[in-house]
T-cell receptor, first 111, second 113 residues
């Protein structure tokens, strides 16, 4: 099982719709969870941290389910500018203190 | 505020040539520094990380090396590039534990001919 697993997509979603991604992780002892956004041919940028209680930032909501070992990202009222690849990031993993990046879920918002 | 500078933005090199990519961070002290490579359409591969001056940890065996001659400077090098070294090279920094969020530079797109 991969340390961090994401559905690669692509997700093609009409503008204004709500879209949700899940990401599963293998180490139940992981403590740090993040979502990053990467635009085509650009560097990844931190979108939001994921807290146990769940957190919201405008149209974006992140949630953590420790029992099932997954995190989710919900985007409401999607906009064309939301088109990007979304990376799930988890750490530490099995004695490896560093973060592990998922391979990303590609999202395209359709006008 | 913290900023990270990475150069050059684009590089085209022949097979067998040497490489030197530089990354510097401003606005913070004793950062953790990272080098990643991303092949076209693929995920991030961690190459090296450093928790302090002169301290380098290698993640994968390869013909690349890294050095940290100063607190906020991280250099990626190779003596002889291979075709398989092509990719998007990203430098990143974080502070605190290695599980804290990382912040990336703009990246260097390296093409080997």
């Amino acid at each position: 099982r991969k340390e961090v697993e994401q559905d690669p997509g692509p997700f093609n979603v009409p503008e204004g719709a709500t879209v949700a991604f899940n990401c599963t992780y293998s180490n139940s002892a992981s403590q740090s969870f993040f979502w990053y956004r990467q635009d085509c041919r650009k560097e990844p940028k931190l979108l939001m941290s994921v807290y146990s209680s769940g957190n919201e930032d405008g149209r974006f909501t992140a949630q953590l389910n420790r029992a099932s070992q997954y995190i989710s990202l919900l985007i409401r009222d999607s906009k064309l500018s939301d088109s990007a690849t979304y990376l799930c990031v988890v750490g530490p993993n099995f004695g490896n203190e560093k973060l592990t990046f998922g391979t990303g879920t590609r999202l395209t918002i359709i006008p | 505020s913290q900023t990270i500078h990475q150069w050059p933005a684009t590089l085209v090199q022949p097979v067998g040539s040497p490489l030197s990519l530089e990354c510097t961070v401003e606005g913070t002290s004793n950062p953790n520094l990272y080098w990643y490579r991303q092949a076209a359409g693929r995920g991030l591969q961690l190459l090296f990380y450093s928790v302090g001056i002169g301290q380098i940890s290698s993640e994968v065996p390869q013909n690349l090396s890294a050095s940290r001659p100063q607190d906020r400077q991280f250099i990626l090098s190779s003596k002889k590039l291979l075709l398989s070294d092509s990719g998007f090279y990203l430098c990143a920094w974080s502070v605190g534990g290695l599980w804290e969020p990382q912040h990336f530079g703009d990246g260097t797109r390296l093409s080997i001919l």
